[in-house]
């Protein structure tokens, strides 16, 4: 089965960091680009950011733009999300999902998570003091 391991999660206070790591099972990584989503209790799961295959492709959710930053490293078949000054609202499970295709047409599909597959079980992020 392909899908994800996402890692690094766990209780940070408002306004700490944390580093989130996502790693396939199954497959490589170097031939899709990836997406990290969110699901807060009682809510639907929300784009957070996309990366391309080319690293230098990056695209944020208005709500984090400015304090995550998302990267890969295909020599170690990893994306990761480093998150700083986080907030209360940024409690989630976290996820990644993987995409096929050219930038532009992920871009626009960026914070629909019907459009990526090979889900992991998530990490925990609980922001609270």
């Known amino acids: 089965q392909l899908q994800f391991v996402e890692s690094g999660g766990g209780l940070v206070q408002p306004g700490g960091s944390r580093r989130l790591s996502c790693t396939p099972s199954?497959?490589?990584?170097?031939?899709?680009?990836v997406g990290w989503f969110r699901q807060a209790p009682g809510k639907e799961r929300e784009g957070v950011s996309c990366?391309?295959?080319?690293?230098?492709?990056?695209n944020y959710a208005d709500s984090v733009k400015g304090r995550f930053t998302i990267s890969r490293d295909n020599s170690k078949n990893a994306v990761y999300l480093q998150m700083d000054n986080l907030k209360p609202e940024d409690t989630a499970f976290y996820y990644c999902?993987?995409?096929?295709?050219?930038?532009?047409?992920?871009?626009?599909?960026?914070?629909?998570?019907?459009?990526?597959?090979?889900w992991g079980q998530g990490t925990q992020v609980t922001v609270s003091s």
């Open positions: 999902g993987a995409i096929s295709g050219g930038w532009t047409l992920i871009q626009s599909r960026c914070a629909n998570p019907e459009f990526f597959g090979a």
């Open positions: 199954g497959f490589t990584l170097d031939v899709y680009a």
């Open positions: 990366i391309g295959r080319s690293a230098d492709n990056t």
